[in-house]
């Protein structure tokens, strides 16, 4: 059986994406084929098309759909033929209208919830969803800082830590991402271009964030921690701006006693009874309306090449969307 998926042959910029048609292997055990009806954008996607996450050669790229089980190898008990799946996880290959997946990682769609929806919030919202409970578990009343607050995890973590009672300040580049952060969950916005650090101390009577949620890396690390308030936690989860550079732990003693944690969802749902305890949050908070996802931008699979110029530029907010 042959498909069509992106495949890289080398590290570069968009161009680099390449539609070509491929045979589908034979399924293995515990594993199952996918028909992908929603493929999520991601920006580790581009992390893994630039070579900064690196990995072998020639590849397929994404991390996360929705779809239908068309067929199952031995011994796949979590999954039957015709049930309605989402995922997440590597061997990065999503960007493809088929593909075989380890059925120990794929989770039913429960119903109310599209196959769109899911293939967008899956990997954005498990993160929404330990940033907040993990990393720094909020409490209610704490004041927090988010970067990127209009994108794609930004907008769905905000709306989160709303519900759990917290006053998020995000940090958006545009007024139109302002308007859309606020509607979502967002108290205060900072623009970008602002001196994020003294609009933070003004907003907080001088005290600074209980945490960072810095998905931005390099241009913004050490002006997080300057808006942190004593034994505040800084988590570093994103190189949007390219990773963050080697720095001196006394700059945490400076600060005040400060923790920074580097966190990567996949530790955080390594077994299948966390992966769906997880799901089960997520899905609980779209299906109670505490968290909605706003699907912003759609393109179809052969123009992933644009999704990640336009992602990389910007232009995008909310999640998006690419259509097999
Ligand atoms: N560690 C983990 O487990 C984990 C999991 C998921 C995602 N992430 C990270 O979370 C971040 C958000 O991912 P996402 O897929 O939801 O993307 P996204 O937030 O929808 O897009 C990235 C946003 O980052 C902001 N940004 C700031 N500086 C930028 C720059 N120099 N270049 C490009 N964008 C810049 C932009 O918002 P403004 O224009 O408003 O500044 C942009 O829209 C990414 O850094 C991603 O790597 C980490």
Redesign the pocket.
Known sequence: MKTHAIRINEYGGPDVLQLVEVEVPELGPGEARVRHTAIG???????HRSGLYPGALPSGLGSEAAGIVEAVGDHVTDVKVGDRVVYTGMPADSYSEVRNFPAARLVQIPEGVSDEQAAATL??G??AW??LHHSYPVKPGDNVLL??????????AAQWARHLGVRVIG????EE?AAL?RANGCAEIIM?NDDVPACVREMTAGVGVAAVYD??????FMASLDCLRPHGVMVT??????PVAPFAPAELAKRHSLYVT???????VTTRPQLLEACGKLFEVLGNGAVKVSINQRYSLRDAATAHRD??????????ILVP
């Open positions: 954008l991601n920006f580790i996607d581009t992390y990997l954005k498990l993160t330990y940033l970067y990127a607050a209009a994108g794609g995890v930004g907008l769905l940090v958006v580049s545009t991402k952060a970008a998905s931005v890396g390099k241009d913004t989860f994103g190189n949007a701006s390219g580097r966190p990567v969802l996949f530790d955080f992602l990389e530029a910007r232009k995008t907010s909310g999640s998006t």
